[in-house]
């Protein structure tokens, strides 16, 4: 009985110490976890906003081959998706024929929720390719020069900037086979760029009236329109991820244009920056941490800022251009324009690959596994 009382006096007290060692061993790497690395662009690598820690362990990024697929425009104008580690690269069947979008300045490719299809606007129509590469289809015709598409939410509509008969530029939606094409704004004004919010029960766009570009937020069916600006220099809006809030650009004449946020009812309206360039295309991550945009002075580079503390990070500064960035599902890396190729940068570690050495307009499908 001795015998038993002391083997399990002894395993109590190695317990106990192990427990001691690690909460002390958790404590010092929780204060130098990246000791005697070097920082990126003057933050820490040990950085909370994008790296998740276990005492005394720093876990890495999810590898790219295992985050979903990027769509982009590639140098034949026809719309290609491939892997987001560069691999597996291939055309879809493209209905109109490649060439797309000569004349448009917000061509975007949305992807459909499930990471099935994807909806394309050109100036002069609206399809959708298949993800599976069946073929393609036009669903409406007769867009305009700031080509944009987005997918509702629950996957059930597409928004759309559409000329009418009268030549006034409206926002409709669509369902994805191209039926119930319905106009959702009424007015005097060219509208366009319209966003689904996170919850699919609001859309916001912006549209050029006789006071000037604004954002502007409507129900899903038209109703309930709210002018959220008022300057008559806002451009490209992007909702928060819980749907509270809406970011753009802001310009003005003989300035820099710089990004703002706002209340989805109009209040609370902040500037988040100063950077010296115009600052332009802003787009949340995914969790809602940092607002990504691209910055052009001499040169164009990526920069990210936090809406909650104002801190702004330049990401990239290289002699190519920079542009148009797109968030992974898991807010750790951005996929951009980057001269004439397609870049990636793992946000972490500062790490910028090439995946693919010609194309344009990146699009990180919101499904991490298509």
Avoid at 42 to 57: K, R, T
Avoid at 149 to 174: K, M
Wanted: charged share 20%; hydrophobic share 35%.
């Amino acid at each position: 009985m001795l015998g038993v009382e002391w083997q399990r006096g002894c395993r109590m007290k190695w317990s106990f110490w192990l427990v001691l060692i690690g909460l002390i061993s958790g404590f010092i790497g929780g204060m130098h976890p990246n000791n005697g690395e070097e920082s990126y662009a003057g933050e820490s690598l040990s950085d909370p906003d994008y790296q998740i820690f276990l005492p005394g362990v720093l876990l890495n990024s999810t590898p790219l081959d295992r985050l979903g697929r990027i769509a982009f425009v590639n140098n034949r104008g026809w719309v290609s998706v491939m892997k987001a580690d560069g691999s597996e690269v291939r055309e879809l069947n493209d209905p109109v024929g490649g060439n797309h979008g000569s004349s448009c300045k917000n061509d975007l490719i949305s992807w459909s929720p499930d990471g099935k299809n994807l909806v394309y606007a050109t100036d002069t129509s609206l399809f959708i390719l298949p993800f599976d590469g069946s073929p393609g289809y036009t669903i409406a015709d007769s867009t305009n020069r700031k080509c944009a598409a987005t997918w509702s939410p629950d996957g059930l509509w597409i928004a759309f900037g559409r000329e009418d008969a009268e030549g006034v530029n409206e926002i409709y939606i669509v369902q994805p086979d191209g039926s119930d094409l319905t106009r959702i704004t009424d007015g005097d004004g060219f509208c366009y760029n319209p966003v689904w919010s996170p919850d699919g029960e609001k859309i916001a766009f912006a549209c050029q009236t006789t006071s000037g570009d604004n954002i502007y937020v409507m129900s899903k069916t038209g109703s309930d329109q709210i002018r959220l600006t008022e300057n008559g220099e806002s451009f490209y809006p992007s909702w928060s991820p819980d749907g509270t809030q809406v970011a753009f650009e802001v310009g003005c004449f003989n300035c820099w244009a710089q990004i703002y946020i706002i209340n989805r009812d109009g209040s609370d309206l902040r500037q988040l920056t100063s950077v010296y360039g115009d600052n332009r295309r802003p787009t949340w991550s995914p969790n809602q941490k940092w607002i990504a945009f691209e910055s052009r002075n001499s040169n164009q580079d990526i920069y990210r800022v936090d809406p909650a503390s104002l801190a702004v990070q330049q990401l990239t500064e290289t002699t190519d251009w920079e542009r148009r960035p797109s968030w992974s599902p898991d807010s750790q890396y951005l996929a951009f324009t980057k001269g004439s190729g397609i870049a990636i940068l793992e946000i972490q570690t500062g790490s910028l690959q090439i995946v693919a050495t010609s194309g344009s307009k990146p699009s990180w499908s919101t499904n991490a596994f298509p």
